[in-house]
């Protein structure tokens, strides 16, 4: 794919050229580029731990023309093949999380496919990476995304990358029938990277998504259960509860078998394909950096910016006293040296 996206008016001069995309692979993918609070009504599949029992302790593609800014329908018309045989469309779900929560070996115990894993500080997946698999005799398409505040891209980078993927996709028809974000329970405290990395996802989805939005736990198995508990309840009733109020649900991935990641997928795999905030407002027109998300990534930036600022000066400060006391101590010393 071409590092140039086919986007009119959706990049604005400030912003760098995007990055492109992994290729894509053979098959039919989309193209490249306690109880349930109220607000929660979806019954949990069998197969996926409840929150509120204990967790097991058992540890080329052809250029396109000028987008004319079409947009699918919730209802995706069937793709028809040249023969005119209807040609099913995978199913696609999303996993998005902060760098080192366990994304690319989720997807790798759902399909059992060798995917690089990382193992250290910094961040393994620097890409959009589709991962094909079948799953219940259904086309399945795992989508391995970057988290922000990664350690080799910008934020400004990934969310390029992320905005890339979603404007191909949606204006292929192909929209997401689940939304998994990932997140350690081993975690303490919800700051820094945590914290940029959920309201990221909550701009990038938007409200209308959220039904199909599933808040995971990843890495129980290095935690105490009275530990995952009482983190876990703090996220559901105050980091999470707007999502769960709009209909997102929670899971634990509490082993490394591989069996509760993939019954989390197959839950997903009946939901309705819905487009996210993010496909919707570049679909209206909107550039990037006037999307929900782009305006969070300035306002980041802008933030660091006076946070930087305010950090040099004080360090221009303690250079002076130290450059005054030093004069004093030298005239003190050697009256007839000191300027």
Known sequence: MSGILPMPGAWDSA???PTE???SSDVPVPPSSGPRPSGST????????????TPSR???RQPRAQNPFRRPTREVPAARASG???IKRPIVVAVFGQAGTGKT?????VTGMDLEVGHNLASCTDAVLQVPCTIENENVVLVDTPGFSDTHLSDTEILR???EWMKDTYDEGFLLSGIIYLHRIIDVRMEGPNLKNLRMMKQL??????????????????????EGLRREAELEQTYWKDLIDGGATVARITTQSGNEAQSLVKSLLKNTPTSTRLQDELNSGLTLVQTAAGIEIREEMAKLEQKLKAEHQVEIEELRIAQDNRKKCISITYPNDAS
């Not at 979806?42 to 996926?48: A, E, H, K, N």
């Not at 070996?105 to 115990?109: H, P, Y």
């Not at 959220?210 to 890495?219: E, K």
């Open 15 to 17: 912003w760098d050229s």
């Open 21 to 23: 995309i992994a290729p």
């Open 42 to 53: 979806r019954q949990r599949p069998s197969g996926v731990p409840s929150p509120s029992s």
């Open 58 to 60: 058992e540890v080329p």
């Open 84 to 86: 005119g045989e209807e």
């Open 105 to 109: 070996s989720f997807i790798k115990a």
């Open 161 to 163: 990358m992320i905005a």
């Open 205 to 226: 989805c938007g409200a209308d998504s959220l039904q199909n939005v599933v808040l995971a736990t990843t890495m129980w198995e290095k935690v105490t259960i009275e």
